[in-house]
Protein backbone atom coordinates (compact mmCIF):
# COMPACT_ATOMS: atom_id res chain seq x y z
CA UNK A 1 0.00 0.00 0.00
CA UNK A 2 2.94 2.17 1.03
CA UNK A 3 4.68 1.43 -2.31
CA UNK A 4 1.37 2.21 -4.29
CA UNK A 5 1.48 5.47 -2.68
CA UNK A 6 4.67 6.27 -3.77
CA UNK A 7 4.17 5.15 -7.48
CA UNK A 8 1.45 7.16 -7.54
CA UNK A 9 2.74 10.55 -6.17
CA UNK A 10 6.31 9.92 -8.78
CA UNK A 11 4.04 9.57 -11.56
CA UNK A 12 1.90 12.56 -10.92
CA UNK A 13 5.25 14.33 -9.92
CA UNK A 14 6.48 13.03 -13.55
CA UNK A 15 3.09 13.90 -15.18
CA UNK A 16 3.77 17.59 -13.33
CA UNK A 17 7.02 18.06 -14.94
CA UNK A 18 5.20 17.02 -18.62
CA UNK A 19 2.65 19.34 -18.60
CA UNK A 20 5.66 22.37 -17.50
CA UNK A 21 7.06 20.99 -21.55
CA UNK A 22 4.18 22.84 -22.86
CA UNK A 23 4.66 26.92 -23.36
CA UNK A 24 1.49 27.66 -22.31
CA UNK A 25 1.29 25.76 -18.70
CA UNK A 26 4.30 26.74 -17.86
CA UNK A 27 3.61 30.57 -17.66
CA UNK A 28 2.40 31.46 -14.30
CA UNK A 29 2.74 28.04 -12.86
CA UNK A 30 5.41 27.01 -10.09
CA UNK A 31 8.54 26.53 -11.75
CA UNK A 32 10.92 24.04 -11.20
CA UNK A 33 13.33 26.38 -9.20
CA UNK A 34 15.56 25.57 -6.15
CA UNK A 35 14.96 28.76 -4.66
CA UNK A 36 13.55 32.52 -4.87
CA UNK A 37 17.22 33.52 -5.99
CA UNK A 38 17.22 31.12 -8.98
CA UNK A 39 14.06 32.47 -10.32
CA UNK A 40 15.47 35.93 -10.46
CA UNK A 41 19.00 34.59 -11.75
CA UNK A 42 16.97 32.81 -14.48
CA UNK A 43 14.45 36.05 -15.68
CA UNK A 44 17.64 38.08 -15.48
CA UNK A 45 19.17 35.68 -17.74
CA UNK A 46 16.74 35.39 -20.60
CA UNK A 47 16.83 39.23 -20.66
CA UNK A 48 20.54 39.19 -21.31
CA UNK A 49 19.40 36.88 -24.14
CA UNK A 50 16.45 39.09 -24.89
CA UNK A 51 18.88 42.32 -25.39
CA UNK A 52 21.84 40.24 -27.42
CA UNK A 53 18.89 38.81 -30.00
CA UNK A 54 17.29 42.99 -30.46
CA UNK A 55 20.52 44.22 -30.25
CA UNK A 56 22.02 42.45 -33.52
CA UNK A 57 18.70 43.04 -35.02
CA UNK A 58 18.65 47.03 -34.07
CA UNK A 59 22.24 46.94 -35.96
CA UNK A 60 20.85 45.37 -39.21
CA UNK A 61 17.62 48.21 -38.77
CA UNK A 62 20.08 51.02 -38.23
CA UNK A 63 22.48 50.16 -41.04
CA UNK A 64 25.06 49.91 -38.73
CA UNK A 65 25.60 45.55 -39.79
CA UNK A 66 24.27 44.31 -43.36
CA UNK A 67 21.15 43.06 -43.52
CA UNK A 68 21.32 39.31 -43.90
CA UNK A 69 17.54 38.11 -43.63
CA UNK A 70 18.69 34.51 -42.94
CA UNK A 71 20.32 35.72 -39.52
CA UNK A 72 17.72 38.37 -38.68
CA UNK A 73 15.04 35.68 -39.13
CA UNK A 74 16.59 33.40 -36.42
CA UNK A 75 17.31 36.34 -34.49
CA UNK A 76 13.42 36.67 -34.74
CA UNK A 77 12.59 33.46 -33.87
CA UNK A 78 14.78 33.37 -30.85
CA UNK A 79 13.00 36.78 -29.23
CA UNK A 80 9.70 34.87 -29.84
CA UNK A 81 10.94 32.00 -27.88
CA UNK A 82 12.54 34.36 -25.30
CA UNK A 83 9.44 36.32 -24.82
CA UNK A 84 7.28 33.62 -23.33
CA UNK A 85 10.34 32.92 -20.42
CA UNK A 86 10.85 35.62 -18.00
CA UNK A 87 7.16 35.02 -16.16
CA UNK A 88 7.73 32.11 -14.50
CA UNK A 89 10.62 34.22 -13.34
CA UNK A 90 8.38 36.56 -11.94
CA UNK A 91 5.67 34.74 -10.44
CA UNK A 92 7.64 32.11 -8.59
CA UNK A 93 6.93 32.80 -5.04
CA UNK A 94 9.27 35.28 -2.99
CA UNK A 95 11.16 36.14 -5.91
CA UNK A 96 10.16 40.15 -5.01
CA UNK A 97 13.16 39.80 -2.52
CA UNK A 98 16.70 39.50 -3.30
CA UNK A 99 19.27 40.98 -6.06
CA UNK A 100 17.14 42.28 -8.12
CA UNK A 101 15.78 45.38 -10.04
CA UNK A 102 12.36 44.64 -10.33
CA UNK A 103 9.77 47.26 -8.84
CA UNK A 104 7.84 45.94 -5.78
CA UNK A 105 5.24 47.49 -8.74
CA UNK A 106 5.48 44.11 -10.59
CA UNK A 107 3.62 42.11 -7.63
CA UNK A 108 0.89 45.00 -6.46
CA UNK A 109 -0.29 45.03 -10.15
CA UNK A 110 0.76 41.65 -11.50
CA UNK A 111 -2.49 41.80 -14.22
CA UNK A 112 -1.06 44.92 -15.40
CA UNK A 113 2.41 43.80 -15.57
CA UNK A 114 0.96 39.91 -16.71
CA UNK A 115 -0.94 42.43 -20.04
CA UNK A 116 2.62 44.41 -21.22
CA UNK A 117 4.37 40.84 -21.17
CA UNK A 118 1.67 39.49 -23.71
CA UNK A 119 1.99 42.69 -25.57
CA UNK A 120 5.56 41.84 -25.54
CA UNK A 121 4.83 38.20 -26.85
CA UNK A 122 2.08 39.09 -29.21
CA UNK A 123 4.54 41.66 -30.58
CA UNK A 124 7.55 39.78 -30.85
CA UNK A 125 5.49 36.99 -32.56
CA UNK A 126 4.31 39.36 -35.21
CA UNK A 127 8.24 40.28 -36.26
CA UNK A 128 9.36 36.80 -36.15
CA UNK A 129 6.60 36.34 -38.55
CA UNK A 130 7.08 39.88 -40.83
CA UNK A 131 10.90 38.50 -40.87
CA UNK A 132 10.01 35.32 -42.82
CA UNK A 133 9.10 37.48 -45.43
CA UNK A 134 13.22 37.93 -45.63
CA UNK A 135 12.96 41.91 -46.33
CA UNK A 136 14.18 44.39 -43.84
CA UNK A 137 11.58 47.09 -44.82
CA UNK A 138 9.06 44.43 -43.95
CA UNK A 139 10.34 43.49 -40.70
CA UNK A 140 11.57 47.23 -39.36
CA UNK A 141 8.33 48.51 -38.55
CA UNK A 142 7.56 44.96 -36.59
CA UNK A 143 10.93 45.30 -34.94
CA UNK A 144 10.40 49.32 -33.76
CA UNK A 145 6.47 47.60 -32.50
CA UNK A 146 8.60 45.14 -30.48
CA UNK A 147 11.28 47.48 -29.05
CA UNK A 148 8.96 49.85 -27.43
CA UNK A 149 7.89 47.26 -25.36
CA UNK A 150 10.85 47.22 -23.59
CA UNK A 151 10.96 50.73 -22.48
CA UNK A 152 6.92 50.23 -21.70
CA UNK A 153 7.72 48.36 -19.33
CA UNK A 154 10.77 49.13 -17.45
CA UNK A 155 9.35 52.45 -16.80
CA UNK A 156 6.78 51.03 -14.63
CA UNK A 157 8.51 47.62 -13.29
CA UNK A 158 12.45 47.86 -13.52
CA UNK A 159 14.51 50.48 -11.54
CA UNK A 160 17.45 51.88 -13.20
C1 LIG B 1 6.76 43.06 -19.30
C2 LIG B 1 7.91 43.74 -18.79
C3 LIG B 1 9.22 43.76 -19.51
C4 LIG B 1 9.45 43.81 -20.87
C5 LIG B 1 8.44 43.81 -22.00
C6 LIG B 1 10.88 43.86 -21.03
N1 LIG B 1 11.50 43.86 -19.81
FE1 LIG B 1 13.50 43.88 -19.49
N2 LIG B 1 13.19 43.66 -17.49
C7 LIG B 1 11.97 43.70 -16.88
C8 LIG B 1 12.15 43.60 -15.43
C9 LIG B 1 11.06 43.64 -14.38
C10 LIG B 1 13.54 43.47 -15.23
C11 LIG B 1 14.26 43.32 -13.87
C12 LIG B 1 14.51 41.83 -13.60
C13 LIG B 1 15.20 41.59 -12.26
O1 LIG B 1 16.23 42.26 -11.96
O2 LIG B 1 14.74 40.72 -11.52
C14 LIG B 1 14.16 43.51 -16.55
C15 LIG B 1 15.53 43.41 -16.76
C16 LIG B 1 16.14 43.58 -17.99
C17 LIG B 1 17.57 43.54 -18.20
C18 LIG B 1 18.64 43.34 -17.12
C19 LIG B 1 18.94 41.86 -16.94
C20 LIG B 1 19.95 41.61 -15.84
O3 LIG B 1 20.94 40.92 -16.09
O4 LIG B 1 19.75 42.10 -14.72
C21 LIG B 1 17.79 43.75 -19.54
C22 LIG B 1 19.12 43.81 -20.26
C23 LIG B 1 16.47 43.90 -20.15
N3 LIG B 1 15.50 43.79 -19.18
C24 LIG B 1 16.29 44.13 -21.50
C25 LIG B 1 15.03 44.19 -22.10
C26 LIG B 1 14.83 44.42 -23.52
C27 LIG B 1 15.93 44.69 -24.52
C28 LIG B 1 13.49 44.36 -23.73
C29 LIG B 1 12.73 44.55 -25.01
C30 LIG B 1 13.10 43.83 -26.18
C31 LIG B 1 12.85 44.10 -22.44
N4 LIG B 1 13.83 44.02 -21.48
C32 LIG B 1 11.50 43.95 -22.26
C33 LIG B 1 10.74 43.82 -17.48
C34 LIG B 1 10.53 43.81 -18.85
Request: charge should be positive; hydrophobic fraction near 45%; aromatic fraction near 8%.
Amino acid sequence: MKLQLKQLAATFGLIGCLGMAAPAAVAGTDAHFKDADEAIEYRQAVFTLVKAHVGVMGAMVKGKMDYDAAEFAYRAESLKALSNMPLEGFTYPGSDKGDTKAKAAVWKDMDGFKAKMEKFQSDSEALAEAAKAGSLDAAKPAFITTVKNCKACHKDYKNK
